[in-house]
């Protein structure tokens, strides 16, 4: 009886362990998919907002404004005054220069 117990809980043990090593390889597959969509889809972003500001490379605070402003009429999104934009900004903008660089 003991050693039934035994067997089925080694043979239990190994089912979780094979299931818990192909899960994980799926996820962490599916991870690296969402990761580099994201690293893309940022710099699509960036590169479209940069054109906007064909003035100065980088994004200007005027565009940066102006996506806040429109991302802040989604019902979805938390709405942001002109001090919370301003406060992101500045922190963006670590050379001080008035524009943000990829």
């Not at 429109?70 to 406060?87: G, N, T």
């Not at 900004?89 to 660089?101: A, I, N, P, Q």
Request: glycine letters at 2%; aromatic letters at 12%; charged letters at 25%.
């Amino acid at each position: 009886l003991v050693c039934l117990f035994l067997s089925n809980f080694l043979f239990l043990n190994l089912i979780l362990a094979m299931v818990f090593e192909t899960y994980s390889k799926k996820f962490s597959k599916t991870m690296k998919g969402v990761f580099a969509n994201r690293e893309k889809s940022i710099s699509q972003v960036y590169q479209i907002l940069d054109d906007w500001s064909p003035d100065e490379p980088g994004i200007t605070k005027s565009t940066f404004q102006a996506l806040t402003a429109a991302y802040s009429e989604s019902p979805m999104a938390p709405k942001l005054d002109s001090k919370d934009v301003q406060y992101i900004f500045l922190h963006l903008d670590k050379e001080d220069r008035g524009t943000l660089d990829e």
